[in-house]
């Protein structure tokens, strides 16, 4: 008899168990990001959306949390149980760089979230508008040094990726810059063209339609290789900058304890997403290279980040804020 009870008892809780497990599917996934509307990774996210919904069989809505350079996104992820009925795109250096950069975070990378996967990955671009007098990287030099105190680059932030490579390539190239941190991103092109910037330094998809009008001049690209869609243009390390290297890499979290079929069945997902014509049509010409990896790869690439960053952080002497 009490062998009979304990057994209906296992196979209720079971019950109750699958049932949980699909009213959780059954519930809408929350892809949240830490970035405004209209930004890079809000428009990454609204566009897999629609075919992760297909995908999933789950409705996938978009929540903008902005701020902080997409801490606030992480944060809220980190309150959410491992069900994961909310995600996180965000930018990796969120996770390698800013722990570098903030004396506090609102977050333990190592400890509050599961990696899922890559979505793709920008370069940054070195911009001046199109009546400055420097054509090249080596004429914008020799301008700073003939200029000095004058020379300024606007960046997305302070203690940004863009804000350290342009840092670091002022060290490596000994030129006097000014650089001017913007909380509005989009503010840095209309700046440069006005003449109030003598250059910006930010993602290539920020500058892209105002260097296809031709308002605005790329000298170079932070890339290891030369960005697919300028392969014109020379990389800070070709002409003659080497170690002057950085890319923002866009990647989904889970919260922590997210089990493995789960972020395997979401990096299963998201590769079927981009792989989409509909969804490259739409993303490749802002800028960005699609690149979907999965879990252990984005593990590795965070940790290597972390070290690359640590490393530019110190050459350059900045202090965590």
């Not at 250059?199 to 697919?228: D, H, Y």
Request: charged share 15%.
């Amino acid at each position: 008899m009490e062998r009979r009870t304990a057994l209906q008892a296992l196979a209720a809780a079971g019950l109750a168990s699958m049932g949980a497990a699909r009213a959780s599917e059954a519930q809408p996934l929350n892809l949240l990001v830490g970035f405004a509307a209209g930004s890079v990774p809000d428009l990454v996210a609204r566009v897999i959306s629609r075919p992760l919904t297909q995908a999933l069989g789950r409705t996938t809505i978009v929540e903008n949390k902005g701020g902080a350079g997409g801490q606030l996104a992480l944060a809220a992820l980190k309150q959410h149980s491992a069900v994961a009925q909310q995600l996180a795109i965000t930018p990796v250096a969120a996770l390698s760089l800013y722990p570098l950069t903030y004396a506090r975070l609102p977050y333990d990378p190592e400890r509050d979230f599961v990696p899922v996967c890559s979505i793709c990955v920008i370069d940054f671009a070195l911009v001046v508008a199109a009546d400055h007098p420097a054509q090249t990287l080596q004429e914008f030099v020799a301008w700073c040094k003939r200029n000095p105190g004058k020379a300024s680059i606007g960046n997305p932030g302070s203690g940004s990726s863009p804000h350290f490579v342009a840092t670091l390539f002022g060290t490596v190239a000994g030129i006097q810059v000014e650089h001017v941190p913007y909380r509005a991103p989009p503010q840095i092109a209309q700046e440069v063209i006005g003449g109030t910037l003598s250059a910006g330094m930010a993602s290539v998809p920020l500058f892209s339609e105002l260097i296809k009008s031709g308002r605005l001049r790329v000298l170079a690209t932070s890339g290891a290789q030369r960005n697919p869609f300028y392969p014109h243009i020379p990389t800070f390390s070709e002409v003659g900058y080497p170690g002057v290297v950085g890319q923002e890499w866009f990647a989904l979290y889970a919260p922590a304890g997210a089990s493995p079929d789960l972020v395997a069945a979401l990096g299963r997902a998201v590769l079927q997403a981009v792989g989409r014509d509909d969804v490259k049509a739409v993303l490749t010409p802002l800028g960005l290279s699609l690149d979907v990896r999965d879990a252990v790869w984005l593990a590795e690439r965070r940790r290597e980040e972390s070290a690359q960053w640590r490393a530019v952080v110190q050459r350059t002497g900045f202090k965590a804020q």
